[in-house]
């Protein structure tokens, strides 16, 4: 039986720098490449038309729906895959979406979009260090939203500029779930770029608000000041969203995570626990989880962690933070089982090594925690400085010990 078809949907404008490291990463699971076009004079079009691509001329309407949906209209295929040009997906991703599509049950999958940076004061930054052709990235802030579902449904994205097809797929009782892709977004790294980006979307947000005052256009707002590191504004326009709609739980979650940004971690707990009574998701059982570990509430940090696990049991910082939690409260042995589980489901998980390091260091496994150490210095650890002095201790620990001197391989 073969396997159902995707349609790659995008929109694009002047992209040719991006545009095909985009479609390489994709082109081996796309049935079908549709890029709505609004407006390019580079070669973005010659670059779609390598891929086989369906090209549509969209006149630019100031509204990121409006375009996502008139490429929906032309999908043809059994499931919709949305990538933005300055997005790729990797071999782990593309491995997982071909299994996806195959499920009986779901309407749509939301993936983890990781949108890297080097502007580590961002709300939401996540210290995990990236390289990517030649440049490196300190870390990412990251959100989940719904990137592949099924097509012929009449889901339709809504939105201005945080375009979401979610609340259509709810309407429509659809079920969405979880899943275990990474989107690498890489255009808002450029820090001028990003900030040019921004204060356009602010200036749709801001005419949208003024048009059509509801909660909507006031979580976009709020979404795009903490983006633009505007927390004052940012609080502003996620409690308007609040007030005009309560049971708005993404601007409750968004507002957590500008509170916990700003370490008032109660306020966090706060907005995390009423956008969660709502609608639980993972990520939300996550930052509450983090929240009480800053707050040394270990026990609280541990039960809403293992309720992340339970919605997401492939995400690694999850396994990362649980670590954390067993390190503090001295369960070294817990601490090492979770560490080891989420540097094995990201190889790349740098964070996780040098935190496995550090639990293998304090149960007394010098040896291990030697490897681990030295791969979080090669993956390029912010501490590798300070790790390499350590290392170097424990091997002169591990010489001076009788039980370590016959036929034991230092680092191996």
């Given at each position: 039986?073969?396997?159902?078809?995707?349609?790659?949907?995008?929109?694009?404008k002047?992209?040719?720098?991006?545009?095909?490291?985009?479609?390489?990463?994709?082109?081996?699971?796309?049935d079908?490449?549709?890029?709505?076009?609004?407006?390019?004079?580079?070669?973005?079009?010659?670059?779609?038309?390598?891929?086989?691509?369906?090209?549509?001329?969209?006149?630019?309407?100031?509204?990121?729906?409006?375009?996502?949906?008139?490429?929906?209209?032309?999908?043809?295929?059994?499931?919709?895959?949305?990538?933005?040009?300055d997005?790729?997906?990797?071999?782990?991703?593309?491995?997982?979406?071909?299994g996806?599509?195959?499920?009986?049950?779901?309407?749509?999958?939301?993936?983890?979009q990781?949108?890297?940076?080097?502007?580590?004061?961002?709300?939401?930054?996540?210290?995990?260090?990236?390289?990517?052709?030649?440049?490196?990235?300190?870390?990412?802030?990251?959100?989940?939203?719904?990137?592949?579902?099924?097509?012929?449904?009449g889901?339709?994205?809504?939105?201005?500029?945080?375009?979401?097809?979610?609340?259509?797929?709810e309407?429509?009782?659809?079920?969405i779930?979880?899943?275990?892709?990474?989107?690498?977004?890489?255009?808002?790294?450029?820090?001028?770029?990003?900030?040019?980006?921004?204060?356009?979307?602010?200036?749709?947000?801001?005419?949208?608000?003024?048009?059509?005052?509801?909660?909507?256009?006031?979580?976009?707002l709020?979404?795009?000041?903490?983006?633009?590191?505007?927390?004052?504004?940012?609080?502003?326009?996620?409690?308007?969203s609040?007030g005009?709609?309560p049971?708005?739980?993404?601007?409750?979650?968004?507002?957590?995570?500008?509170?916990?940004?700003?370490?008032?971690?109660?306020?966090?707990?706060?907005?995390y626990?009423?956008?969660?009574?709502?609608?639980?998701?993972?990520?939300?059982?996550?930052?509450?989880?983090?929240?009480?570990l800053?707050?040394?509430?270990?026990?609280?940090?541990?039960?809403?962690?293992?309720?992340a696990?339970?919605?997401?049991?492939?995400?690694?910082?999850?396994?990362?933070?649980?670590?954390?939690?067993?390190?503090?409260?001295?369960?070294y042995?817990?601490?090492?089982?979770?560490?080891?589980?989420?540097?094995?489901?990201?190889?790349?998980?740098?964070?996780?090594?040098?935190?496995?390091?550090?639990?293998?260091?304090k149960?007394?496994?010098f040896?291990?925690?030697?490897?681990?150490?030295?791969?979080?210095?090669?993956?390029?650890?912010?501490?590798?400085?300070?790790?390499?002095?350590?290392?170097?201790?424990?091997?002169?620990?591990?010489?001076?010990?009788?039980?370590?001197?016959?036929?034991?391989?230092?680092?191996?």
């Open positions: 039986m073969p396997n159902p078809t995707i349609s790659l949907c995008m929109m694009a002047n992209e040719e720098k991006l545009l095909e490291q985009c479609l390489n990463s994709v082109k081996s699971i796309a079908e490449i549709i890029i709505v076009d609004t407006g390019s004079t580079d070669k973005t079009k010659e670059i779609a038309k390598k891929f086989n691509a369906k090209i549509i001329d969209f006149k630019w309407q100031d509204d990121f729906s409006a375009a996502r949906n008139e490429s929906i209209k032309h999908a043809a295929k059994e499931w919709i895959l949305v990538l933005d040009a997005e790729t997906l990797d071999e782990d991703g593309l491995k997982a979406i071909k996806l599509v195959n499920d009986k049950e779901t309407d749509a999958f939301l993936f983890l990781k949108n890297y940076t080097n502007e580590t004061n961002i709300a939401g930054f996540v210290n995990d260090e990236h390289k990517r052709n030649g440049k490196a990235y300190s870390g990412w802030y990251g959100s989940f939203i719904a990137r592949l579902f099924r097509n012929k449904k889901y339709q994205f809504q939105g201005t500029v945080h375009e979401l097809v979610e609340p259509s797929i309407a429509k009782k659809g079920k779930a979880a899943a275990s892709v990474a989107i690498h977004h890489y255009g808002n790294a450029d820090e001028k770029a990003r900030k040019e980006k921004l204060r356009i979307y602010l200036e749709l947000c801001k005419k949208k608000a003024k048009q059509n005052p509801d909660a909507n256009p006031y979580f976009e709020g979404i795009l000041y903490k983006e633009n590191n505007n927390i004052e504004d940012a609080i502003k326009s996620l409690k308007k609040i005009l709609n049971k708005h739980s993404m601007a409750l979650y968004e507002l957590g995570i500008v509170y916990e940004k700003q370490k008032d971690y109660d306020a966090a707990i706060k907005n626990t009423e956008s969660l009574r709502i609608k639980e998701n993972s990520e939300a059982f996550q930052s509450l989880g983090v929240c009480y800053k707050k040394g509430m270990l026990q609280e940090a541990y039960r809403n962690l293992t309720k696990i339970l919605l997401n049991p492939n995400k690694y910082t999850i396994y990362n933070n649980l670590g954390a939690v067993f390190e503090k409260m001295g369960n042995d817990s601490a090492v089982q979770m560490l080891e589980i989420g540097t094995k489901i990201n190889p790349n998980n740098t964070i996780g090594f040098y935190n496995l390091g550090i639990a293998l260091d149960k007394g496994d040896g291990k925690a030697i490897n681990a150490y030295e791969k979080a210095v090669e993956l390029g650890h912010s501490k590798s400085e300070e790790i390499k002095k350590r290392i170097k201790q424990l091997k002169g620990i591990i010489t001076s010990l009788p039980s370590y001197r016959y036929g034991f391989n230092v680092g191996g």
